[in-house]
């Protein structure tokens, strides 16, 4: 685990960091009841869709799609997902991915008492029915947590896809 | 030189010098032979009959042969859809798309005339653009620096008189161009240089469907940009899905509809919904929950009265009295679409569900790999909050993550694996195939719901292609 420290308290990164890490164990257990309480009421999940562009037309702004989202939800609709995925019909988890969410290249921009951002990068790896080769894919993460009744609770998080074509037949799980 | 993979050239380069007129390259290729083997021509002969008799053999879908001629025979010889007028709003605008695997550029000329290049330089192959999209006012290839500008006609070359003197054909340095047509802001291109038949005469019939869904308000629509992603199965077992099969929604998105009002799904209403085979393979089906057309009702209802302006009379009658809560189709071959009420922020009452239209593309990779081209459309002159929750019903229903797509995924993909058995398994798609036809003022050959018979139109239309 590599992060830096910018004159900030040193309990509160490993705090952050011990955050990321206990939320790819939940997700990775299909505990999404515990995911729920890790979220904050106003939370904002995004993914934008990733274009490929020109150099000249390069800036990270311009190769994230503004119409079109892979996830564009709030904790509404965070929690129709949750429940439809415990319900035995939800058949693209059923039976359920494997997955393993590998949380690197932690840095922690901004921490103080009430808010934290923190960027990762996360490499994705799924196994699904009796197939040999898993799906893997990466993206970065740009999370702002804020510390709520002795908790950090994820408010924000923007994830930027490697790929611009999704290599994964269906993204039937939280990133 | 500049340097790079250049595509986006605002200006023309001063190293290259003007060497024709603005005249207009009208160069088509030739497509590739596709003889069938006598195995191929053995299995698609049995197919027909079999079809005939309401039956579709599964080696249709998985089999790698059939695969390889539906690349000539089906896709170089039909109107493809690649992209919609709004994706390219201004001179310049260019996006990169497929038809199977042929790289295309979908460029809007500075005359504003959209016209459809190959996506390879003429000189010795070289893709010009590796972006998705972008706006030029020239191509160049990267390798040797050929200079086209955005009607496909060479404007000159580095060294141009050492490298290819005044003399020669200049045709030879053209770009690729492919007959391109356009329906209702819809491009659509046809890979044969001498297309069988033009757009309006493949699309026929369909037409009047088609016309339900991107025709509706004046002000035209917008689409977003596509969510792509990359599935392992055949492209066929969607365009079979899309085509007829409204039957499935209630047990593969148990979970999806479980999100929708209770008293707004009714089994009474349900079975008031139409399946329509619409002849040349276009297949399309309406389904009921309430009686509202795709739920606009609730939104937007002066869309209602906006097309009675841009509808036939026969179009309109038929939309308000029958298409109801859920249009889906499927045009020859591979562009679905979908319009339907669906859930936003949760579902669960009448207010939380939107209407949603999307578009797609089931673009065939290989026998048994296809990438999806998801796109989300609204008329622009939608309300803006309907522009906003229209948008999440539609990311949050039929998506890669969508409550109700994520399920069909695992439907196409196991069929096609089921489809690697070294059996002959003969499926019987053959839901409905008891009942009588109905007359409801529209074309083609109308069922009540349930039933294949938009399904079955695609694979007879597939077949008889194949065979031609």
């Given at each position: 685990m590599i992060y830096s420290s910018k004159n900030m308290d040193g309990n509160h990164i490993n705090d952050l960091i011990d955050v990321l890490l206990y939320e790819a164990e939940i997700l990775d257990n299909h505990q999404y009841d515990k995911w729920i309480d890790m979220l904050t009421e106003d939370i904002e999940y995004k993914m934008p869709v990733r274009i490929t562009r020109e150099k000249e037309d390069k800036e990270t702004d311009l190769e994230l799609s503004k119409s079109q989202y892979h996830f564009i939800d709030n904790k509404e609709s965070i929690l129709m997902r949750v429940n439809r995925y415990?319900?035995?019909?939800?058949w693209s988890e059923n039976p359920p991915s494997r997955t393993k969410h590998f949380i690197t290249n932690?840095?922690?921009?901004k921490v103080n008492e009430t808010e934290s951002i923190v960027k990762s990068y996360v490499l994705f790896y799924r196994s699904r029915r009796d197939n040999a080769y898993p799906e893997i894919f990466a993206y970065e993460r740009l999370d702002k947590f804020r510390y709520e009744n002795n908790k950090w609770k994820l408010a924000k998080r923007n994830i930027i896809p490697e790929n611009s074509v999704l290599p994964l037949m269906n993204l039937s799980n939280f990133l | 030189m500049v340097q790079g993979d250049i595509k986006t050239i605002r200006n023309k380069p001063k190293e290259v010098n003007d060497i024709v007129s603005e005249d207009e390259s009208f160069r088509y290729e030739e497509i590739l032979e596709y003889n069938l083997s006598e195995r191929a021509f053995k299995m698609l002969g049995e197919a027909e009959s079999l079809i005939d008799d309401g039956y579709v053999p599964l080696y249709l879908l998985s089999d790698p042969e059939i695969y390889e001629a539906e690349r000539i025979k089906v896709f170089a010889s039909s109107w493809n859809f690649l992209a919609h007028e709004s994706e390219i709003p201004y001179p310049g605008d260019y996006v990169v798309r497929y038809i199977e695997q042929t790289p295309l550029i979908v460029v809007r000329g500075e005359d504003n005339k959209i016209r459809v290049f190959l996506n390879a330089c003429p000189h010795k192959g070289r893709e010009f653009v590796k972006a998705e999209i972008g706006n030029t006012s020239h191509i160049r290839c990267p390798y040797h620096g050929f200079v086209y500008n955005t009607k496909g006609k060479l404007v000159g070359c580095p060294v141009q008189k050492h490298a290819i003197g005044d003399v020669i054909n200049y045709n030879d340095f053209n770009m690729y161009r492919v007959n391109v047509e356009i329906y209702k802001g819809f491009i659509f291109a046809n890979l044969?240089?001498?297309?069988?038949?033009?757009l309006s005469t493949f699309l026929g019939d369909f037409k009047f469907y088609f016309d339900l869904v991107s025709n509706r308000s004046e002000a035209g629509l917008s689409f977003t940009n596509p969510q792509r992603w990359v599935v392992p199965f055949n492209w066929k077992a969607a365009a079979d899905n899309f085509a007829g099969d409204i039957y499935h929604a209630f047990t593969a998105h148990a979970t999806g509809y479980a999100l929708?009002?209770?008293?707004?799904?009714?089994a009474n209403t349900v079975l008031t919904g139409l399946q329509v085979d619409a002849g040349n393979g276009h297949g399309i089906a309406f389904s009921r929950i309430i009686d509202s057309p795709q739920w606009y009702g609730n939104w937007w209802p002066e869309l209602i009265r906006k097309a009675k302006n841009t509808l036939t009379e026969s179009e309109y009658k038929f939309w308000v009295k029958y298409s109801t809560s859920t249009i889906i189709g499927n045009v020859f071959p591979n562009f679905g679409f979908l319009n339907a009420g669906m859930p936003f922020k949760g579902g669960s009452t009448a207010e939380a569900i939107a209407p949603i239209l999307t578009f797609r593309v089931w673009n065939p990779i290989s026998h048994d790999k296809t990438q999806i081209w998801n796109w989300f459309a609204i008329e622009n002159d939608a309300p803006e909050d309907l522009k906003k929750y229209s948008y999440l019903a539609y990311q949050h229903s039929f998506t890669a993550n969508g409550v109700f797509e994520e399920d069909d995924m695992e439907n196409w993909i196991t069929q096609t694996h089921a489809g690697n058995s070294m059996l002959k398994l003969k499926l019987a798609e053959k839901v409905g195939e008891y009942k009588p036809l109905i007359d409801v003022g529209a074309p083609g050959n109308v069922q009540s719901y349930p039933s294949d018979i938009g399904s079955m139109s695609f694979w007879r239309e597939l077949v008889n292609k194949l065979l031609e």
């Open positions: 415990k319900n035995e019909y939800a932690v840095r922690i921009e | 044969d240089p001498k297309p069988k038949n033009d929708f009002p209770k008293e707004t799904i009714k």
